[in-house]
């Protein structure tokens, strides 16, 4: 949560005040610890802190751009990150989001593609265990869900785009394990329409009559409520398509929905809306706790930087979420009901961030709009901000051309011919250059 530009082993050692980033590295390749434990206890605070029975879980997946083929489970392959099919790992995510604001991610899982778990050998290189095997991003999701049923994290919804939502054996699951959702689907989902026949979702959604769409908010955001037109067709016994259309463009979206019990087209547009969450949670993660910034190649490492950054997430989103007052409205309906600082920051938290209503409602005069985890960050960054002499700062601007001038002295000696060296030519040493006293 420090203020780097870039933060990884090196800087964060610099900044941490270590002669060398030994130790950094070494916190996340070898060191006793299990990462999968530190993500139990997150998915633990984060349910002490926000949870709610009226809880969404959000599963969504986000690209780590790369440039090599030794990062384990990196190839070409699409990624909204950089909007093209491009050289990458893809982590799956599971955020965990409460009405009034409140959302963490929870846990994670890197995506290994089959042409990786095919080769074992490559495998090994770079730390993928053995028994590893392929597994699509819906059966990875399905995995942390019921991880979460499991440990009894109060939830009422899961919802996720068309990757999981178009996966009919991931809902069927969901509904054997009473999970309800609200997924996306894509306009050629095909949706029963009795006698044996089945119609596609934007086939339907022209069937609808005018009288039959309702304009309802989905939740506010950056620039006022997202307000859209929905409606609410019969997909099957027991299941619901719900369908958007934009209230500029008149584009379509469309979702599949199930619940053991009635749900009211209010509560299906919530969740529907709340599938921003987790989008938000990989803005701030990556721009604010370094989710991004790592610079490992193996697996281990993999799963253990991107659970720190979520733990130093969940407290940031967790600090905000207390320091933020209940919006305007019935008790229960949609925000926190208690204002104390429970994330146990500052006391300056509960002080510096009252507003006079919700950070979503017009501010005039001296009122302040709620704290944010950007916000917050910074702060933290401020006033922790640990002081060092300039001779550290100069023994590391020593370290680093030390180690670039070996790393750019190795690159030569890789670009050198191997063949036998031509007559009165002697062939190039292999003992690398002098460099630089330490």
């Not at 919700?358 to 709009?369: C, F, K, S, Y």
């Amino acid at each position: 949560m420090s203020g780097l530009e870039r933060k990884n082993g090196w800087t964060l050692a610099e900044f941490a005040g270590d002669a060398t980033p030994d130790g950094m590295q070494r916190l996340l390749a070898a060191a006793r610890w299990d990462a999968d434990v530190v993500r139990d206890a997150l998915a633990r605070y984060v349910a002490g802190r926000l949870g709610s029975d009226r809880g969404v879980l959000v599963a969504d997946e986000t690209g780590f751009l790369k440039a090599g083929s030794c990062s384990a489970g990196v190839q070409r392959q699409y990624t909204g990150t950089a909007g093209k099919i491009t050289n990458c790992q893809v982590g799956v995510f599971l955020a965990y989001a409460v009405p009034g604001g409140g959302r963490a991610l929870i846990d994670r899982e890197l995506y290994v593609p089959r042409c990786w778990t095919q080769d074992r050998e490559r495998c090994a290189a770079a730390g993928i265990p053995q028994e590893t095997r392929f597994a699509t991003k819906p059966q990875l999701a399905r995995a942390m869900i019921g991880r979460v049923l499991a440990a009894g994290i109060p939830f009422a919804w899961f919802t996720a785009d068309e990757v999981y939502g178009d996966n009919g054996p991931l809902r069927e699951w969901l509904e054997s394990a009473g999970v309800a959702y609200v997924v996306a689907v894509s306009c050629d989902h095909r949706v029963p329409a009795g006698a044996g026949r089945v119609i596609r979702a934007d086939k339907l959604a022209a069937k609808i009559p005018a009288a039959a769409w309702q304009r309802v908010s989905c939740g506010p955001g950056s620039k006022g409520d997202r307000v859209y037109d929905w409606a609410l067709a019969d997909a099957r016994p027991g299941h619901d398509l719900l369908i958007r259309r934009s209230v500029r463009s008149g584009e379509l979206a469309f979702y599949r929905c199930w619940a053991p019990s009635p749900a009211t087209l209010v509560d299906l547009v919530r969740v529907a809306g709340a599938r921003w969450a987790v989008e938000e949670c990989f803005a701030a993660a990556k721009n604010e706790t370094a989710l991004d910034h790592y610079q490992v190649r193996k697996h281990t490492a993999w799963y253990r930087h991107v659970t720190l950054a979520m733990c130093a997430h969940a407290w940031l989103a967790v600090t905000a979420s207390a320091a933020r007052l209940p919006p305007a409205g019935p008790r229960g309906e949609g925000g926190l009901t208690a204002v104390t600082c429970r994330s146990g920051g500052p006391p300056a938290c509960e002080q510096a961030s009252r507003p006079a209503a919700a950070d979503h409602q017009p501010v005039t005069g001296g009122e302040l709009a709620c704290l944010t985890v950007n916000e917050i960050r910074r702060l933290h960054a401020i006033f922790s901000r640990p002081v060092h002499p300039a001779v550290h700062h100069l023994r590391w601007s020593a370290w680093r051309r030390r180690h670039q001038a070996r790393a750019r002295h190795c690159h030569h000696q890789r670009r050198q011919p191997r063949g036998p060296s031509r007559p009165g030519r002697p062939r190039p040493s292999s003992r690398p250059a002098a460099l630089p006293p330490r």
